[in-house]
T-cell receptor
Framework: DARVTQTPRHKVTEMGQEVTMRCQPI?????VFWYRQTMMQGLELLAY????????DSGMPKDRFSAEMPDATLATLKIQPSEPRDSAVYFC?????????????FGPGTRLTVT | QKEVEQNSGPLSVPEGAIASLNCTYS??????FFWYRQYSGKSPELIMS????GDKEDGRFTAQLNKASQYVSLLIRDSQPSDSATYLC?????????FGTGTKLQVIP
């Protein structure tokens, strides 16, 4: 049963701490997306990668957020330092190449609370 | 103007009725259109994709696309309480996909 996995599922941290979220895309999917979802803003695209190369990270606050794909099976999203306004659910999604690139499969999400 | 607009709802329909969910988009160059279902506390799940004008049916779901009017809709026939969820419209353009804020559907038994 192929699925996107994310860790941790829940994270509570104090303001100023570093947070790292991890994602394992579905095997064979070459495009990986990071989203943030809040009640107020809905689902926001933070960054995405194709064949491990960053294609668009314009939705990400550059001063504190960073996203990488060290290999094809792992994508990471880091926040340093974290702030209370970063509290949200962070989703990773992956997709196949070609026309189906936007037919995305979402992971279960990481619920982040920054106090 | 938001790039992808949806009525936030809630849209309430009785069990067995047809639920009609609508979405408009602003980018005329958009090429691909999707509907995702999101249950409370869960992640979005792709239920329909449509790429050309007209209707596309899959079981109880029908997606309708009208590029001239920049309009996408999702019809759910014989609505069931298990269809109660938030439905997100997503529009794909050049190296970009944009989600609407979703319409909450409530199916009343």
């Amino acid at each position: 049963d192929a699925r996107v996995t994310q860790t941790p599922r829940h994270k509570v941290t104090e303001m100023g701490q570093e947070v790292t979220m991890r994602c394992q895309p579905i095997l064979g999917h070459n495009t990986v997306f990071w989203y943030r979802q809040t009640m107020m803003q809905g689902l926001e695209l933070l960054a995405y990668f194709r064949n491990r190369a960053p294609l668009d990270d314009s939705g990400m606050p550059k001063d504190r957020f960073s996203a990488e794909m060290p290999d094809a099976t792992l994508a990471t999203l880091k926040i340093q330092p974290s702030e209370p306004r970063d509290s949200a659910v962070y989703f990773c999604a992956s997709s196949l190449p070609g026309r189906a690139v936007y037919e995305q499969y979402f992971g279960p999400g990481t619920r982040l609370t920054v106090t | 103007q938001k790039e992808v607009e949806q009525n936030s709802g809630p849209l309430s329909v009785p069990e067995g009725a047809i639920a009609s969910l609508n979405c408009t988009y602003s980018d005329r160059g958009s090429q691909s259109f999707f509907w995702y279902r999101q249950y409370s506390g869960k992640s979005p799940e792709l239920i329909m994709s449509i790429y050309s004008n007209g209707d596309k049916e899959d079981g109880r779901f029908t997606a309708q696309l009208n590029k001239a009017s920049q309009y996408v809709s999702l019809l759910i026939r014989d609505s069931q309480p298990s269809d109660s969820a938030t439905y997100l419209c997503a529009v794909g353009g050049y190296q970009k996909v944009t989600f609407g804020t979703g319409t909450k559907l409530q199916v009343i038994p």
